[in-house]
């Protein structure tokens, strides 16, 4: 039905519409779309008004139904009075369901402090009828998780308040957290296990929501206000704790998600206050330490979530390049973690070790050992930082008794087959290996505690036999050794950790306890050697360069030393493979590698080839300096005052030493001796210096009981200007190996040490002092509390006793059983070093200047010996033969020639050393054989003046010129004469 307007019919304009268009179809379409959403959009807002106007009327109406609720609770709260919890039920659960964070803060209050009086009075009445009545005993399921829900949120609330009102919110929260003061007793068979499974059930319920932030928060920084109290600390533990450690998560995924997030959280915040466990008590510090265990499963490389691994390497050594100024040195809450991380290992080792607290020790030194990956740790051991607080977990974790008691929790590992390849992983425990990693950390970077750590772990455990065993049979190993780089990340630390503290230990062991094989066999020994010579050559072509390497080749020299003295491993077991029979020149990629091997590991060329090297270094050096004869330096020397006049004339000369020198000698009449100086005449007068020189009646040097000889500790009394002078002795003997003119100077073993570079240690000290050797060795194995001994040592010079401290403040330091090795080591170094240490150190300067230290650093100190001596034994008579020239009517064939080399053939060794002292004043065969004598070896046939007959020639002895190493025979009759007259 339609009415009005509707209708009427369309007006219709029929006037002429000239040049105007109809609309289109499409435009027709389009515009009535455009209407029909336009009428849909005015429907949605009418429909959207119609529900915000109903929403507010909803509102409006609870929070009128709100406010009268309020109304009569304040009056409920006024003027009821309690006689126990179960009748505050009806209050407690509408203040949680009308709760307002913004309006019902004091009626909150109000409600706690209530419930903390009510409980309170509960308590007392316990302690009256000395009762143990639960503050509300739950006999359902039902009732049971209905005050589950309300105390759920009332604790939540609290929670939130905790800050604001302390003094009420605390005390609830510490009251009602115990799941304690709660009863359940369930009617039925099984009421005991339903009870059980109830009581847990609830107290998740109750406690789900309090490991959230805000309370972790809360308590951290009231932590931080309160750090002195050390009682209101622990209860703030125990809140926290109860929180988390009575929820345990349930079945559902999301809700294990949450509480393991929670208790994260709430570890992490708690652990990052500054000097957490100097302010907690020991039952907060266990109680903190058993719930810290959830952070040890983090990964704290996502601190870094935007970071590679390696980018954080390539980062930290970037810092490592910095100045020391510039270390950062503020600590900041990732550092405090790991601070208190190491507090709680500290409680956690406490224990005796079992399967779970193997489990627990495992986890805590895992999340250690990551988190010092990315922590950037240098600036905690450098000079300027002083925060005593932060170091002290750290100081305690390396003290003997911690580190031997985390030892305790890694047992060692059953009996391994041999010939099975296995990986580090299978091999040793994984906590075993964390710890490895964190001790070698320590000893690499903390100054303070290198040596300290070091002897924790060296004595009195089994560390260093327990990791060379487990991992000379791993696959990491064997690889490292093939191929000098790509190990896994487990075998660095180890290897690195074993090299040092065997290094540690070998520093204080002497020779007797070496080879009594304390510690490794001989097999053992040289399977060793053969392994770390071969990683050490690998990691040299493969030009890798780190504190592994350096400390294996440490290692490695020091067993090479111990093997100079007394040989325990064949010579070719220190050779590689490719370098034994092969021009080193060839065998290596490039001159700077050679030089690298020659430097450092020297042991794996053999020794003709670097003797060779050596000379020929030499040779192009004096060639250089000595081409042009008439650029010669001239000294004219009185052989009665020879040391004086060889001072005053060529020690300025410094590097011009190296030229070619003319001697003139003055005779003891004070005539000028007749001759040229071919070389002859200063070969013999560098012989007589050298012999004059080291006379221990000039004062300059003294014997060992062996008759080797060192600088005198106390040559500036006996020569005030000492110094000068042991420079000019090291320049003198430079030149003899310059010129390689052999010397007999038999110098002491522990002071051709310090022409290498190197330091002495406890077996050195056998040569100098038995007696004190024997008494040192004494000490380490004896009860020393009672000895009344202090780090000091007392010198003798001259009829004078001098006390010097051996440390800082040492007469005030006890020498103890657990400090004894480190007594001992300082007292052979006092020795064998301090004490020569002046007058080694200008030796080495004058000596430097003719021959570089690196040239010799190639040697041993027996090596080094044989360059300056010669070779010791018997002489090759087949070389002596082939490069010995004659003179005077003699040669090769001549019968007294023939006789000459029979008989020195079958002279003993000491006979035949005597005929070279006596032909080329040196008693050792030269080092590069005869042919490297010069002038050669000449043998003259001596014809006696006024002798005709064979008898009269027999009479007479042989001669000799030593600087021309020229020998002046007669032509004797018959072997047996020779053999007479040349040892008359």
């Not at 605390?170 to 304690?180: E, G, V």
């Not at 890694?410 to 009996?415: A, C, E, G, S, W």
């Given at each position: ?71 009569r ?12 919890l ?12 009308f ?48 005050w ?21 919110h ?11 003061i ?25 406690t789900?929501?309090l ?22 600390l ?88 910095e100045?020391?100024e ?83 929790f ?8 041999t ?50 065993i ?11 050794a ?15 950790l ?5 290094s ?38 493969a ?23 007394k ?23 490039s ?93 013999e ?74 330091v ?48 800082r403040?040492?007469?005030?330091i ?9 007594y001992?080591a ?49 002489i ?17 064939d ?22 070279l ?23 003259h ?27 002046k ?16």
């Open positions: 039905m339609f009415f009005g307007d509707e209708r009427e019919k369309p007006k219709i304009s029929f006037r002429s519409q000239k040049g105007a268009s109809l609309p289109s179809r499409q435009d027709f379409v389009q515009t009535s779309q455009q209407q029909r959403e336009e009428r849909h959009r005015q429907k949605l807002r009418e429909n959207s008004s119609k529900t915000i106007q109903k929403v507010w009327r909803r509102i409006r109406a609870s929070r009128r139904t709100d406010e009268e609720e309020r109304k609770w304040d009056i409920e709260i006024k003027s009821a009075s309690w006689n126990d179960e009748s505050m039920h009806s209050t407690i659960s509408r203040l949680s369901l709760y307002s964070k913004r309006i019902d803060l004091n009626r909150l209050d109000l409600l706690c402090e209530k419930i903390t009086s009510l409980y309170n009075s509960h308590t007392a009445s316990n302690q009256a009828s000395k009762t143990d009545r639960k503050v509300i005993v739950f006999t359902t399921r039902e009732e049971a998780l209905k589950a829900i309300v105390f759920k949120r009332i604790l939540s609330h609290s929670s939130q308040r905790l800050t604001e009102n302390l003094q009420v605390f005390r609830f929260l510490l009251f009602f957290t115990n799941p304690d709660f009863g359940y007793e369930l009617v039925g068979d099984n009421n005991q296990q339903e009870s059980n499974v109830l009581k847990k059930k609830c107290n998740n319920i109750m789900s929501q490991g959230g932030g805000e309370l972790v928060s809360s308590i951290r920084n009231l932590m931080m206000k309160f750090s002195t109290d050390k009682n209101f622990h209860l703030l533990m125990t809140i926290a704790v109860r929180s988390l450690q009575f929820s345990s998560p349930s079945k559902s995924k999301e809700e294990s998600k949450d509480f393991k997030g929670n208790a994260f959280h709430f570890v992490w915040e708690i652990l990052s206050i500054k000097n957490l466990f100097g302010k907690l008590n020991v039952q907060s510090q266990v109680m903190l330490a058993n719930l810290s265990t959830i952070l040890f499963s983090f990964n704290p490389q996502s601190l870094f979530p935007n970071e590679s691994a390696s980018n954080l390497v390539l980062k930290r050594s970037r810092m490592d390049m100045e020391e510039k270390i950062p040195l503020e600590t900041t809450r990732n550092d405090w973690i790991l601070s208190n991380s190491f507090g709680i290992s500290i409680i956690l080792e406490k224990p005796n070790p079992d399967q779970r607290g193997t489990n627990l020790m495992t986890a805590s030194l895992q999340f250690i050992d990551k988190l010092m990956r990315v922590c950037y740790t240098k600036k905690y051991f450098s000079k300027s930082f002083v925060d005593s607080e932060f170091l002290e977990p750290l100081r305690k974790f390396v003290v003997v008794s911690s580190i031997k008691s985390m030892l305790n890694f047992p060692v590992q059953p009996n391994l087959k010939g099975e390849e296995r990986s580090i992983q299978k091999t040793f425990p994984t906590g075993f290996l964390h710890l490895c990693s964190i001790i070698i950390h320590f000893q690499s970077n903390w100054e303070e505690q290198k040596s300290p750590l070091l002897n924790s772990i060296s004595f009195g455990t089994s560390i260093v036999r327990r990791l060379w487990g991992m000379s049979g791993t696959v990491e190993l064997s690889q490292l093939a191929e000098g780089r790509g190990e896994s990340q487990e075998i660095a630390p180890l290897l690195l074993f090299t040092k503290c065997y540690h230990l070998l520093f204080t062991m002497d020779d007797e306890e070496f080879f009594q094989q304390t510690v490794f066999n001989l097999d053992e020994l040289v399977k060793m050697i053969s392994i770390l010579k071969n990683i050490a050559y690998k990691m040299f072509v030009d890798r360069n780190d504190e592994l390497r350096e400390s294996i080749v440490s290692l490695l020299q020091q067993l090479y030393d111990r093997n100079a003295r040989t325990f491993c064949n010579e070719m077991h220190w050779l590689v493979d490719g370098l034994r029979f092969m021009d080193i020149d060839s065998a290596l990629a001159r700077s590698l050679d030089q690298e091997i020659l430097k450092n590991i020297p042991f794996v060329v053999p020794f003709d080839v670097r003797i060779a090297k050596f000379y020929e270094a030499i040779d192009d050096d004096r060639n250089n300096n000595q081409s042009d004869y008439f650029n010669t330096e001239r000294a004219r020397i009185r052989r009665e005052y020879i040391f004086e006049d060889a001072i005053s004339k060529l020690n300025h000369l410094d590097q011009r030493l190296k030229k070619r020198i003319q001697v003139e000698l003055v005779g003891e009449n004070g005539m000028l001796e007749a001759g040229v100086d071919g070389g002859g005449v200063f070969k007068f560098l012989t007589q210096l050298l012999k004059t020189a080291y006379n221990t009646e000039y004062g300059l040097f003294k014997e060992t009981h062996s008759r080797a000889l060192y600088p005198n500790p106390a040559s500036s009394m006996v020569v005030p200007d000492d110094s000068e002078q042991f420079e000019f002795l090291g320049k003198i003997l430079g030149k003899a190996i310059y010129e390689r003119i052999l010397v007999n100077i038999p110098f002491a073993n522990f002071f051709i040490a310090k022409l290498l570079g190197k002495n240690f406890i077996s050195d000290l056998s040569s100098l002092d038995p007696v004190l050797y024997k008494n040192l060795s004494y000490l380490k194995t004896a009860d020393v509390d009672d000895l009344s001994l202090n780090f000091t040592v007392t010198d003798n010079d001259f009829g004078e006793n001098e006390v010097v401290e051996l440390i403040s040492g007469k005030d006890a020498v103890t059983n657990e400090n004894k090795h480190r001992v300082y007292v052979a170094n006092h020795k064998l070093n301090v004490q020569i240490k002046r007058q080694s150190a200008a030796f080495l300067k004058g000596f430097g200047m003719i021959i570089s230290p690196e040239l010799l650093r190639m040697f041993s100190q027996d090596e080094v010996h044989r360059i300056i001596c010669g070779n010791p034994g018997r090759d008579i087949e070389d002596m033969k082939k490069y010995a020239i004659y003179s005077g009517g003699y040669y090769a001549h019968p007294a020639i023939i006789l000459f080399w029979s008989m020195l053939s079958k002279f003993t060794v000491d006979q035949q050393q005597k005929f002292m006596f032909v080329t004043s040196c008693s050792r065969p030269p080092l590069m054989g005869f042919k490297s004598v010069n002038p050669p070896f000449c043998i046939k001596a014809i006696p003046t006024g002798a005709i007959s064979s008898e009269e020639v027999d009479s007479y002895l042989p001669t000799a010129s030593t600087c021309m190493n020229f020998l025979m007669p032509a004797y009759s018959n072997e047996e004469k020779m053999r007479e007259k040349f040892l008359y």
